[in-house]
C-alpha cells in the first residue's frame, strides 16, 4: 500500500522516468559541482515537495546539484524500483516504502546503511525500525508520519447535523442520509486501483483492538482473513458499502485526485484514505483543505475506536551510489532528517501528520484532517498497520479490493484470494511455518 506505503501516492499525471544512466557517469555536472540524482513517486503534489526540498537543499549546500527523477505509483513503480536496483541502474538517492515493501527490496543486498550517521539518533524509534534490517538503519523520512481512514466534508456534516462516527452502524446510518440528499455518500477512485485498498488496510486497528495478536498469528501463518472475522470485516465492509449504492457512479474510472477534489467541495461525503492526501488536496481543490476532516475507521465497539498509523516512506541510497556521488547523497539524506529539512517539506504543501524525526516541530496552521489524526495519536487510539507489524503483504490486493469493491467477488472469496497471494509472498521471503 505504502503507502507507501505506503507509501503509496498517485495522481494525475504520468512522467516518464528517465534513466540515472542518462545523467552521465561523471559526478561533476560541468559546474564544478557534484551531481546526484533524485528519485520519487509522480503525483503533482509529491513532486513538489521534492522541488522545494531540493530547492532548500541547494541554498545551504551549493557544492551539491540535485536532478528530479521520477517513477509511477503502484505495482509499476515498484517493478521499475526493484529493475532499476538488480541491474545496478538506480539513481545515486530514492524514496521508497518502508515496512515489508522495503523488507522485499533486499536492503542488506541493495542499499547503504547509515547506521553510524549523526541524524539517525533523532528519529522517531517506530520509524527507525521500519528502515531497519539485521540491526542497520538505511533510511530518513520522506515526509510524515499518516493515518488511515475517512476524509468526510465538514460543511456536509454541518448542514445535515450528523455526528463523527465510531461505529460501522453509525457510519452507515451517515451515508444513507448524504444519499437522501443526492450526495454520493462515498467516493471510490478505481482507476488508480491502490486506493481501493484503503478501506481494508484503514481496518486494521480494529481488527489488533480485537485480537492483539493476530499479526504474530499471521505472520507465523496462524491466522488467514478469511477465517479471522476481525480480519474478514474490512473486505465485508466494502461489499457491504457497493451493495448498498453508495458509491460514485464513476468508480471505476475516477482517480485519486478526482477522489479529493469531490469530498473536498462536497461532491461525496466520505473518501477512505490515508491522511496524506492532505498534501494534495491544495492541488485537486484550491482552497478547499481547511473544509476536510478525518476520522478513523468506524469498528464495532464505540470505546475502542482508533486509527491504523502508516510511517513514512523512506530516502535510500543504493550501493550502486559512490565517490563524491555518494558523499552527495548523504548530506542530502541527512538534510531530510533535519528541522530544515522538515521546514522545507511542510512549507511545499500542507503537512499530513507529525514528522518522524524528533527534532521537527509541525507548523501551527495544520489541516483540520491532521489535527483530527493528531488527537487519536494524543489520546493512544492508534496502532501501526499491518504492513509495519508483519513483513507480509500480498502484491495483489490492490486488484482484489477492486474486485470485491466493483461487486465481481465476494467478501468471503476475496479474503481466500488474498491469503492464497499472502501465502506466496511468505514464501518469497523464506519465513518459516509456510
Given at each position: 500500500?505504502?503507502?507507501?506505503a505506503a507509501v503509496?501516492?498517485?495522481?494525475?499525471?504520468?512522467?516518464?522516468?528517465c534513466?540515472?544512466?542518462s545523467?552521465?557517469?561523471n559526478?561533476d555536472d560541468?559546474s564544478?559541482k557534484?551531481a546526484?540524482?533524485?528519485?520519487?513517486?509522480?503525483?503533482?503534489?509529491?513532486v513538489?515537495v521534492a522541488?522545494?526540498?531540493i530547492?532548500?537543499?541547494?541554498?545551504?549546500n551549493t557544492d551539491?546539484?540535485v536532478?528530479?527523477d521520477t517513477?509511477?505509483q503502484?505495482?509499476e513503480?515498484?517493478?521499475l524500483?526493484?529493475?532499476r536496483?538488480?541491474?545496478?541502474?538506480?539513481a545515486?538517492?530514492?524514496?521508497y516504502?518502508?515496512?515489508?515493501l522495503?523488507?522485499a527490496?533486499?536492503?542488506?543486498?541493495?542499499?547503504t546503511?547509515v547506521t553510524?550517521?549523526?541524524?539517525?539518533?533523532?528519529?522517531d524509534?517506530t520509524f527507525?525500525?521500519?528502515?531497519?534490517?539485521?540491526?542497520?538503519v538505511?533510511?530518513s523520512?520522506w515526509q510524515?508520519?499518516t493515518g488511515?481512514?475517512?476524509f468526510?466534508?465538514k460543511?456536509l456534516?454541518?448542514k445535515?447535523?450528523?455526528?463523527?462516527?465510531?461505529?460501522?452502524?453509525?457510519?452507515?446510518?451517515?451515508?444513507a442520509k448524504?444519499?437522501a440528499?443526492?450526495?454520493?455518500p462515498v467516493?471510490?477512485?478505481?482507476s488508480?486501483?491502490?486506493?481501493s485498498?484503503?478501506l481494508?488496510l484503514a481496518?486494521?486497528?480494529n481488527?489488533?483492538a480485537?485480537?492483539p495478536?493476530f499479526?504474530d498469528?499471521?505472520?507465523?501463518n496462524?491466522?488467514k482473513?478469511?477465517t479471522t472475522?476481525?480480519?474478514?470485516?474490512?473486505f465485508q465492509?466494502l461489499?457491504e458499502?457497493?451493495?448498498a449504492?453508495?458509491?460514485n457512479a464513476d468508480?471505476a474510472s475516477a482517480k485519486?485526485n478526482?477522489?479529493?477534489?469531490?469530498?473536498?467541495?462536497?461532491?461525496?461525503?466520505?473518501?477512505?484514505m490515508?491522511?496524506?492526501g492532505?498534501?494534495?488536496?491544495?492541488?485537486?481543490?484550491p482552497?478547499?483543505?481547511?473544509?476536510?476532516g478525518f476520522f478513523?475507521m468506524?469498528?464495532t465497539?464505540?470505546?475502542?475506536n482508533?486509527?491504523t498509523?502508516?510511517?513514512p516512506?523512506?530516502?535510500y541510497?543504493?550501493?550502486?551510489t559512490?565517490?563524491?556521488k555518494l558523499?552527495a547523497?548523504k548530506?542530502f539524506q541527512?538534510?531530510?532528517?533535519?528541522?530544515?529539512?522538515c521546514a522545507?517539506?511542510?512549507?511545499?504543501t500542507?503537512?499530513?501528520?507529525?514528522f518522524a524525526v524528533?527534532?521537527c516541530?509541525?507548523?501551527?496552521?495544520?489541516?483540520?484532517a491532521?489535527?483530527?489524526?493528531s488527537a487519536y495519536?494524543d489520546?493512544?487510539?492508534a496502532?501501526?498497520?499491518?504492513?509495519?507489524l508483519s513483513?507480509?503483504k500480498?502484491?495483489a490486493?490492490e486488484?482484489?479490493?477492486?474486485?470485491?469493491?466493483s461487486?465481481?467477488?465476494s467478501a468471503?472469496?476475496g479474503?481466500?484470494?488474498y491469503?492464497e497471494?499472502?501465502k506466496?509472498?511468505a514464501q518469497?521471503?523464506?519465513?518459516?511455518?509456510?
Amino acid at each position: 500500500m505504502r503507502y507507501s506505503a505506503a507509501v503509496l501516492l498517485a495522481g494525475v499525471l504520468t512522467l516518464s522516468a528517465c534513466s540515472a544512466g542518462s545523467l552521465g557517469s561523471n559526478d561533476d555536472d560541468g559546474s564544478g559541482k557534484t551531481a546526484i540524482t533524485f528519485l520519487t513517486n509522480n503525483d503533482p503534489a509529491n513532486v513538489k515537495v521534492a522541488e522545494g526540498v531540493i530547492a532548500a537543499f541547494a541554498a545551504k549546500n551549493t557544492d551539491v546539484t540535485v536532478k528530479l527523477d521520477t517513477r509511477p505509483q503502484g505495482s509499476e513503480g515498484d517493478n521499475l524500483v526493484k529493475t532499476r536496483l538488480a541491474t545496478g541502474d538506480m539513481a545515486d538517492v530514492f524514496e521508497y516504502n518502508s515496512g515489508s515493501l522495503f523488507q522485499a527490496i533486499a536492503p542488506q543486498a541493495n542499499l547503504t546503511p547509515v547506521t553510524g550517521e549523526s541524524w539517525v539518533g533523532d528519529l522517531d524509534p517506530t520509524f527507525k525500525q521500519v528502515v531497519s534490517a539485521d540491526n542497520e538503519v538505511y533510511g530518513s523520512p520522506w515526509q510524515n508520519i499518516t493515518g488511515g481512514g475517512i476524509f468526510y466534508n465538514k460543511p456536509l456534516y454541518t448542514k445535515l447535523g450528523l455526528q463523527v462516527p465510531k461505529t460501522w452502524a453509525d457510519f452507515m446510518a451517515n451515508n444513507a442520509k448524504l444519499k437522501a440528499e443526492g450526495v454520493t455518500p462515498v467516493e471510490q477512485t478505481y482507476s488508480e486501483s491502490w486506493t481501493s485498498q484503503v478501506l481494508v488496510l484503514a481496518d486494521y486497528h480494529n481488527v489488533a483492538a480485537a485480537d492483539p495478536g493476530f499479526a504474530d498469528k499471521y505472520t507465523n501463518n496462524q491466522a488467514k482473513f478469511a477465517t479471522t472475522p476481525q480480519a474478514l470485516a474490512g473486505f465485508q465492509r466494502l461489499e457491504e458499502l457497493k451493495k448498498a449504492g453508495y458509491w460514485n457512479a464513476d468508480y471505476a474510472s475516477a482517480k485519486y485526485n478526482e477522489g479529493l477534489a469531490a469530498v473536498a467541495t462536497g461532491k461525496a461525503g466520505h473518501y477512505p484514505m490515508i491522511t496524506f492526501g492532505v498534501t494534495a488536496i491544495e492541488t485537486a481543490a484550491p482552497g478547499k483543505v481547511g473544509d476536510v476532516g478525518f476520522f478513523a475507521m468506524p469498528g464495532t465497539d464505540a470505546a475502542k475506536n482508533g486509527v491504523t498509523l502508516w510511517e513514512p516512506s523512506g530516502i535510500y541510497i543504493p550501493k550502486s551510489t559512490e565517490g563524491d556521488k555518494l558523499a552527495a547523497a548523504k548530506k542530502f539524506q541527512a538534510f531530510l532528517a533535519s528541522p530544515d529539512g522538515c521546514a522545507a517539506q511542510a512549507a511545499a504543501t500542507p503537512v499530513g501528520g507529525p514528522f518522524a524525526v524528533k527534532t521537527c516541530k509541525l507548523p501551527d496552521d495544520v489541516a483540520p484532517a491532521v489535527k483530527d489524526l493528531s488527537a487519536y495519536v494524543d489520546a493512544g487510539a492508534a496502532s501501526p498497520a499491518l504492513e509495519f507489524l508483519s513483513p507480509i503483504k500480498g502484491p495483489a490486493l490492490e486488484q482484489i479490493t477492486v474486485e470485491v469493491g466493483s461487486g465481481i467477488r465476494s467478501a468471503e472469496a476475496g479474503a481466500k484470494l488474498y491469503d492464497e497471494d499472502v501465502k506466496k509472498q511468505a514464501q518469497q521471503l523464506g519465513l518459516k511455518g509456510w
